[in-house]
């Protein structure tokens, strides 16, 4: 009898305890933020770069695809032109950069440093190593859409390569950044990519 009791109070608990650690791995596992998935938290202001024309610049960002930025155009003359061109070796192109004011996190007028960024045609785009700056320009950016133009004299080719702009600044840092530049361009909304082939 007292065997039998014993085995019952020994497979009440083997039940109970087991019922408890699944419950446990359960409310981990949806608990736990995916990997490499910030939350993004409010900053003091939030300066965007469109991947899409349908991008209101909110991380992730999911639109398709990611490496032809609308917000970055390259034209053949210091005036905007329609729709960005092949940049030509040899001569000054010039990249239009649209920084939009204000994104879903924060607002009001920001200053901070536009960067241009590009990858060596036909090599690699692991950041930061693969990518050498074009230029840098202070901006300040109050509400609405502010237009950067960049001269680029030095386009490298002819040949496939990428360029990236990036908005740095302390009111809205850059909140992941890891090697590969797409998790980096979706899940920040102040990097944008745009693929090229010089000619």
């Known amino acids: 009898m007292a065997i039998l009791g014993t085995r019952a109070r020994r497979a009440a608990l083997t039940l109970l305890a087991g019922t408890a650690l699944a419950g446990l791995l359960g409310a981990t596992a949806t608990a736990a933020p995916p990997q490499a998935e910030p939350d993004r ?9 469109r991947d899409v024309v349908a991008d209101l610049g909110y991380q992730p960002h999911m639109g398709t695809p990611l490496w032809n930025s609308s917000d970055i155009k390259v034209c053949p003359t ?7 061109q092949w940049p030509v070796v040899g001569m000054t192109n010039y990249v239009f950069v ?37 230029a840098a320009q202070t901006v300040t950016v109050p509400p609405g859409v502010t237009t950067v ?20 600044s302390p009111n809205d840092p850059i909140v992941f950044e890891g ?7 979706q899940y920040n909304n102040n990097i944008a990519w745009k693929d090229l082939l010089s000619v």
């Open 149 to 168: 133009v960049i001269p680029w004299g030095a386009v490298p080719g002819p040949g496939h390569f990428s360029i990236l702009a990036r908005w740095e």
């Open 41 to 49: 938290i409010m900053t003091v202001t939030d300066i965007y770069i």
């Open 98 to 134: 649209k920084l939009r004011n204000p994104g879903p996190y924060g607002s009001g007028t920001d200053t901070g440093i536009l960067r241009l960024l590009r990858t060596t045609p036909g090599g690699g785009r692991t950041w930061p190593l693969d990518w050498t700056q074009i």
């Open 78 to 84: 210091a005036v905007e032109c329609a729709t960005s």
């Open 179 to 185: 090697p590969d530049i797409s998790i980096n361009t």
